[in-house]
């Protein structure tokens, strides 16, 4: 039985910022390059449209450009920052870290800095990371990045997955809680036996990106829609609920839930077991398709900027990826 948590939070997010490419493609330019439609991908996934970087454009240029919205709303600057987390599925190169890359376009020099890879939930990942570092006395200032390059490991010429994905980059300035507002509560759960459900075949240390990985294609992203489908809105049901509990609060207690944005049923699904009315349930998968671990906080970037929440709302996050990973939080800002 899952028991309340109950401690004063130790780590708090003192701002947020988030990067997305000018480029915006459509469903009707999707139908462009790949068999199929509008209504097809509405239908099933509630995406309408999404960013797409250009290919002068790495994950490191718009995680960096996301840190200096946050850093600036903090009043941080780059030799203020302790550490730079960084979560991507989609880094530029695989040496150095794309976090270290971020440091130098930041000049953060103090800032130890390292990257993480648990796909859709990595930003869930990087704050429970930032909370430790804090607690242990390691650091004091913390910038976690989520940045996704999706457009750069899809098929497009497969119609089940190229349609979904996009662009972007989200960050957060988390520093230790003084005034009781911050991270309430973590939850974060894995289960690898799931790995081939959706994931990248080729182009690791295991299948080293040659000729033959490059003729199969098996170095771009694989999924197996139904089945992924199906644990997702599993695991986003029970972290969510355990997130809640570990809190001590109820979801009528609840202002606003920011959920990963990969598809608006499994979005509704978890909304409904939550008992979390729609109205506020922060939702953008319409506008940039699954930005990956860049999905939480872009979103929760856009309600803060629309006054969806805002000092002292109490916001649950809740996430999905590859791996699989799912993970939540509740957290006052």
């Known amino acids: ?4 948590i109950p401690t004063a939070p130790r780590a708090r997010l003192v701002s947020t910022g988030r990067f997305n490419p000018e ?34 454009t790495g994950a490191a240029d718009m995680a960096a450009a996301a840190a200096r919205v946050a850093m600036e709303r903090a009043g941080v600057g780059p030799l203020d920052l302790d550490m730079i987390l960084l979560s991507t599925a989609t880094p530029d190169r695989l040496l150095p870290s794309t976090a270290c890359d971020v440091q130098a376009l930041l000049g953060a020099r103090n800032a130890a800095a390292y990257d ?21 006395g390691q650091a004091e200032t913390i910038l976690v990045c989520a940045t996704e ?22 960050a957060a300035v988390v520093q230790r809680a003084t005034d009781g507002r911050g991270i309430l509560s973590t939850y974060m759960k894995s289960d690898g036996t799931l790995a ?28 197996a829609g139904p089945e992924v489908f199906k644990s997702a809105v599993r695991a986003m049901c029970e972290a969510a609920e355990t997130a809640l509990v570990r809190a001590g609060v109820t979801s009528d207690q609840i202002d606003l839930m920011v959920p990963h944005q990969a598809n608006v049923r499994i979005i509704e699904s978890t909304a409904k077991y939550a008992k979390m009315p729609m109205d506020r349930v922060y939702v953008n998968v319409d506008r940039y398709g699954n930005m990956s671990s860049a999905s939480i906080p872009v979103a929760l970037d856009e309600a803060v900027e629309k006054g969806l929440a805002g000092p002292g709302s109490l916001v649950l996050m809740v996430a999905f990826g590859a791996g699989f990973t799912w993970a939540s939080n509740v957290v006052r800002l």
């Open 149 to 170: 390059k999706m457009s750069s490991i899809v098929d497009w010429t497969d119609r089940t997955t190229c349609v979904l994905f996009g662009d972007g980059a989200g």
């Open 116 to 136: 993480f890879a648990t796909a859709c939930s990595g930003f869930l990942y990087g704050l429970s990371m930032a909370e430790a570092h804090i607690a242990s």
């Open 23 to 56: 480029r915006v493609v459509t469903n009707a330019e999707m139908a462009t390059i790949v068999e199929t439609n509008d209504e097809w991908i509405t239908s099933r996934t509630g995406i309408r449209e999404r960013r797409i970087a250009s290919k002068e």
């Open 196 to 223: 081939e459900l959706l994931w990248r075949p080729g182009g690791g240390a295991r299948m080293p990106l040659d000729l033959s990985v490059l003729d199969d294609r098996s170095h771009y992203v694989k999924m």
């Open 1 to 4: 039985m899952i028991q309340p």
